[in-house]
């Protein structure tokens, strides 16, 4: 989807406030960052940055997340060594993972850039994030944050095998191993799973966040669409099982990956398909119902991963086409 297809006019200017509201807006989003940094909540984070950023300006968004990171790093320091260095892991994914990517997604939008564009760039920001924050860590205090989360991971295994102790011998076996398995080969592929809904929930927001702007339709799931060159991507890592060693290993988690982002697409194929609804309204609260079902199992998650691969070759929605500039869907 291209500006052509909305309308675009260019870059988007931020209305600024008084400076006392803006200082009061900046307090309150700051303290809900500072809420919401623990999963599953940090999943909106970046949307509260962004909300900031199209309130108050960019630096207002800066400033929320030094205030909050600032705050973390004093808290850090008056723990332990664990709990330092727990507490400095968090500050440092906060500002490499989610502040400075959304900080790029809200220049982006500003700016129109699409959002299957948009999130990809942020995405893959936030990816290199975390391996920042690895590099840093061990670097400055010879500590490994993904070993910490391997051991987590672990852990969490464990409890799960020790709540189903009635089962089988055989059926908890399969678990362990599943378990092993996940954790040695597919725990980066589970991080960047976690970063992508993170970053695909903000710009699917950005409509709300922005409700005096039309254009900011184009941002919503429907209109979500990945750019072609990731189908090289898929092909390329599809080939990942017949090699060897981490080659290998490393090839099957960005499979794994790419196979979301294309679940992603196939949702917005879905959910476009519910907006053109003869019934509108009256079809949206089962439409969503069995949207939300349709997702969550392992046929459904199929169906749709092909529904967005495909939706590649052939443009379902039509959103390639240069000519059609009906903005009319920008509006449900």
Known sequence: MTGADTGSTGPVGVSAPGRFRAAIGI????????????????????AILLSAGFRYGRNAARIVLMVTVTVMLLGALGGGREASLAGFTAAGLLVFQIGAPALLLLQHVERRIPSGAAFLATFGMA???????????RLAWGYSPYAGLVSEAGSIFDQAISMNSQLPAESLELMRKAGDVIIASFLPAVIMVNTALMFLAAVVMVPRLRRGDPEAGQYRLRFFALPDWLLVVFIVSGLSPFATGSLRTAGINVLAVVALLYWMQGMAVLRMLMSRSPMKFLASVPA??????????????????????????FDFRKLKRKEDSDESDLDG
């Open 127 to 137: 990816s290199l994030g975390v391996v920042v924050v690895e590099g840093i860590m």
């Open 27 to 46: 307090a309150v989003h700051a303290l809900l960052v500072s809420l919401m940094v623990l999963p599953p909540l940090h999943l909106l984070v970046p």
């Open 288 to 313: 969503f119902i069995l949207l939300c079902l349709v997702s969550f199992n392992l046929v459904g998650i199929g169906i749709l991963f092909l529904i967005g691969l495909f939706d590649s070759f």
